[in-house]
């Protein structure tokens, strides 16, 4: 594992944590730095999970060589079971926290020893071009969206 991915992982998390206890976000939600990017359906009840999850498995060497640009990404996956998936003011509500949380992402001052610069957000989109699960929100009732954040070390 890359120290650098688990570096950018840990600031990251900071500058949300610092968000949450300062303007914070549209809804509150359980912060979690991990490898696993779901919760299992059994845990969601009605608590909103952020998950940041390290990318890489390669070594900062491996990753200079296949990545010159030095990139290195990190997920952030949100996660909520829905009371009710008709109802559009929740969904709203879930669609700024992904907003928000994506410009949270772009900070290049994150809290390392290291400097990094944001050079830009991914976010995965399922069979329908939408920024979140929609298959999932219908079947199971459980609203999760996954963007990539890419930063990039600078060299001093």
Do not use: C
């Not at 909103?48 to 640009?69: C, E, H, W």
């Not at 999760?144 to 930063?151: D, G």
Request: charge should be negative; aromatic fraction near 8%; proline fraction near 4%.
């Amino acid at each position: 594992m890359s120290a650098t991915h688990v570096e950018i992982r840990k600031g990251l998390a900071a500058a949300v944590t610092a968000q949450q206890g300062g303007v914070g976000y549209v809804l509150p939600f359980i912060l979690e730095e991990t490898y696993f990017p779901s919760e299992d359906l059994e845990n969601l009840q009605t608590n909103i999970y952020v998950k940041l999850v390290t990318s890489g498995f390669a070594s900062d060497r491996q990753l200079r060589s296949i990545n010159p640009l030095n990139s290195v990404p990190v997920q952030i996956a949100i996660q909520k079971k829905v009371v009710n998936k008709n109802d559009t003011a929740e969904l709203d509500d879930l669609m700024e926290l992904l907003d928000q949380l994506m410009a949270t992402a772009m900070d290049d001052e994150l809290g390392t020893t290291r400097r990094y610069t944001w050079q830009r957000n991914e976010p995965l989109q399922d069979e329908n071009g939408l920024p979140f699960a929609y298959e999932q929100l219908t079947t199971k009732g459980v609203f999760q969206a996954i963007f990539i954040a890419m930063y990039q070390q600078i060299k001093q």
